[in-house]
């Protein structure tokens, strides 16, 4: 399945963004589809997970109470809203799958299907 991640762009602290992960070729439905983020210097970093057979989702601490994921199947597609930006929030953010994946899994090298990602810019 190939991911294709759009919605990133500059936005001031306080703002808001919305990214999509859409699926190509295939269908996002695999049992765990995550969002990561990977700063400049920095690991990359697992942020949210939403399980798509209950469409349950988990959050990083670093993120919870401000972003919110979510699921449209009929669009294929897994969203990331993103409030009260902050600029420590500045990455590349990438959304990821994988079959083999049955778990609650914020590893990211666990995770063989990603897309290229899209670069989210927060300024103080």
């Known amino acids: 399945v190939q991911l294709v991640e759009t919605g990133g762009g500059v936005v001031q602290a306080g703002g808001s963004l919305r990214l999509s992960c859409a699926a190509a070729?295939?269908?996002?439905?695999?049992?765990?589809v995550g969002w990561f983020r990977q700063a400049p210097g920095s690991e990359r970093e697992g942020i949210s997970l939403?399980?798509?057979?209950?469409?349950?989702?988990y959050y990083a601490d670093s993120v919870k109470g401000r972003f919110t994921t979510s699921r449209d199947k009929t669009r294929n597609t897994v969203y990331l809203q993103m409030n009260n930006l902050k600029p420590e929030d500045t990455a590349v953010y990438y959304c990821?799958?994988?079959?083999?994946?049955?778990?609650?899994?914020?590893?990211?090298?666990?995770?063989?299907?990603w897309g290229r990602g899209t670069q989210v810019t927060v300024s103080s």
């Open positions: 939403i399980i798509t057979s209950d469409d349950s989702t």
């Open positions: 070729g295939g269908t996002l439905d695999y049992y765990v």
């Open positions: 990821a799958t994988d079959p083999r994946i049955r778990y609650r899994s914020f590893e990211p090298r666990e995770y063989n299907y």
